[in-house]
């Protein structure tokens, strides 16, 4: 049975407060994480070293319970490794399929652009199918399935960057950045004992998060505000600093992050100001800057607000 709006926001709240016990000063992009989990969506954590994305993805698993998978992406792991494998049984002589890391409810993957293409496209294959076939046999993957993958933008020595369709299978990015001053020596304060990570614990059981999750799609969406949406994704194509705009997989994922964020703020339908929340997040990673404009050092989020100036915004229509 899928939970109401409300019941949504308070689930939603208890998971950000959690996870911020590990995660200081850095509420917004705590909500955003979680967010893409009502959503049924997969992460991708994009940033320097040191500020916390490991972090993040451990105490989101804890928040929210269930099998917690990791895997650290090489440039020698193998697609078995990460989906797993059929092995041969000397006692009885038989197969059987022996399932890989990625056979868990959230599922971590550490930089995932050091692993050849080979081995991503293991990975985001099973992402947008939510199963895993070897040997002619289709393998299921659990409910939730969510992927928490990290990379760091800067050192790109020995990486094999995500090229942009698979990028388009995120439902979002995010960046943590430096912490404030004040956050930062609170992080020294509270790791001179222990690890903030053991103060986290469950605050949700997997069916009321599943319940969640079927509540978030039946947030309504009204004629205008969908129109709204596709005309937003549509400026990206048109405009003049991209070379590649959003793909229509940005639309729906733009449409649902909507749901969920006017689900999140306890609302039961999606309007314009919500779509504008949630669209840098969905939609700064599956654009294309030209090379002058990348040179000119404007970031693809700012061009995101460029896009959301362009679009006119429909009057507001009662439900």
């Not at 993040?56 to 020698?76: I, N, V, Y």
């Not at 909507?258 to 654009?287: E, M, N, W, Y």
Request: hydrophobic share 45%.
């Amino acid at each position: 049975m899928s939970l109401k709006a409300v019941d949504i926001q308070v689930l939603a709240q208890n998971l950000s407060s959690e996870i911020g016990k590990a995660i200081v000063g850095k509420r917004e992009q705590i909500d955003l994480a979680v967010l893409a989990m009502l959503c049924n969506g997969h992460l991708l954590l994009e940033d320097i070293p040191g500020v916390g994305k490991t972090t993040l993805a451990k105490a989101l698993s804890r928040a929210l319970g269930g099998e917690f998978r990791r895997m650290q992406f090489t440039p020698d792991l193998l697609p078995a490794d990460v989906t797993g494998s059929i092995v041969y049984s000397p006692r009885d002589g038989s197969f059987e399929f022996r399932p890989g890391p990625v056979f868990g409810n959230v599922v971590l993957v550490d930089e995932i652009n050091r692993a050849t293409p080979k081995t991503q496209s293991a990975l985001l294959e099973a992402m947008e199918e939510r199963q895993v076939t070897s040997d002619g046999v289709t393998h299921m993957l659990p409910k939730p399935f969510f992927v928490i993958a990290t990379q760091n933008n800067v050192e790109m020595t020995g990486t094999y960057p995500l090229p942009e369709a698979q990028l388009d299978r995120f439902f979002g990015r995010l960046s943590l950045g430096y912490p404030d001053r004040d956050a930062e020596a609170e992080i020294l304060a509270g790791q001179q004992i222990i690890h903030p990570l053991e103060l986290v614990s469950q605050r949700v059981e997997i069916e009321e998060f599943l319940n969640a999750q079927a509540g978030v799609r039946d947030i309504f969406i009204h004629d205008s505000v969908r129109h709204y949406i596709v005309d937003v994704v549509r400026q990206t194509r048109d405009h003049s600093l991209l070379t590649m705009g959003a793909s229509p997989r940005g639309s729906l994922h733009l449409a649902h992050a909507a749901q969920g964020f006017a689900a999140i703020q306890g609302a039961d339908f999606v309007t314009p100001d919500h779509v504008k929340a949630v669209s840098k997040f969905v939609l700064a990673h599956r654009i294309i800057p030209r090379g002058e404009v990348k040179a000119r050092g404007m970031s693809n989020e700012e061009i995101v607000d460029q896009v959301l100036n362009a679009v006119p915004v429909p009057l507001p229509i009662a439900r």
